[in-house]
């Protein structure tokens, strides 16, 4: 069981350069998200997917797009990197139970990018 | 004012010692309160729910204050396994899973 897997574990790319990184999970759940996580600062949430076939915006979207390609994957794409850009980024699953409870939610093991 | 708001540390403890971490938040309509622990240049990993009765798993003790809107985390008999970075965590109501994440409060147990 594999849980959350993230590819690639690192990456540079020069400044206007775009990518994606790609996110899977083999636990079912429905719910996806992207997050980055710079020093001093919390993990913040970029974009999550409620359930199959939608997405949302977080709270720092700005730059980044996704896609939720089926109930596995959910993937992230820098059209145009810029610096501000540097961070580590990690994608999380997690699934709400019969209750309407939401359990834990369950990381990647993340990608670190550096733009220059 | 940060949603949630840690001492960023670090706590740089002996084994053995018991060391205890406090986190405030700000939105009061928070309904689930969490504590990650997060290894260097790795995943955050639930360590613990907090629940306002306060609940205790091994070493580890939890407690939440709704009215000063505070949460606890005390590790006792420290191990140097211990090292790490501890995610104050709360959870907003809604569609989806929103959870709101403090920067962090680092540990470092020495022998």
């Known amino acids: 069981n594999a849980g959350v897997t993230q590819t690639p574990k690192f990456q540079v790319l020069k400044t206007g350069q775009s990518m994606t990184l790609q996110c899977a999970q083999d636990m079912n759940h429905n719910s996806m998200y992207w997050y980055r996580q710079d020093p001093g600062m919390g993990l913040r949430l970029i974009y999550y997917?409620?359930?199959?076939?939608?997405?949302d915006k977080g709270e720092v979207p700005n730059g980044y797009n996704v896609s939720r390609l089926n109930k596995r994957e959910f993937s992230l794409r820098l059209e145009s990197a810029a610096p501000s850009q540097t961070s580590v980024y990690f994608c999380a699953s997690s699934e709400r139970g019969t209750s309407g409870k939401w359990y834990e939610q369950y990381f990647g093991p993340g990608t670190r990018l550096t733009v220059t | 004012r940060k949603e949630v708001e840690q001492d960023p540390g670090p706590f740089n403890v002996p084994e053995g010692a018991t060391v205890a971490f406090n986190c405030t938040y700000s939105?009061?309509?928070?309904?689930?309160f969490f504590w990650y622990r997060q290894d260097c240049r790795k995943e955050p990993k639930l360590l613990m729910s907090v629940y306002s009765s306060g609940n205790e798993d091994g070493r580890f003790t939890a407690q939440l204050n709704r009215a000063s809107q505070y949460i606890s985390l005390l590790i006792r008999d420290s191990k140097l396994s211990d090292s790490a970075t501890y995610l104050c965590v709360v959870s907003l109501s809604g569609g989806y899973n929103k959870l709101i994440f403090g920067a962090g409060t680092r540990l470092a147990v020495h022998p």
């Open positions: 939105n009061s309509a928070s309904q689930s």
């Open positions: 997917s409620a359930s199959e076939g939608t997405t």
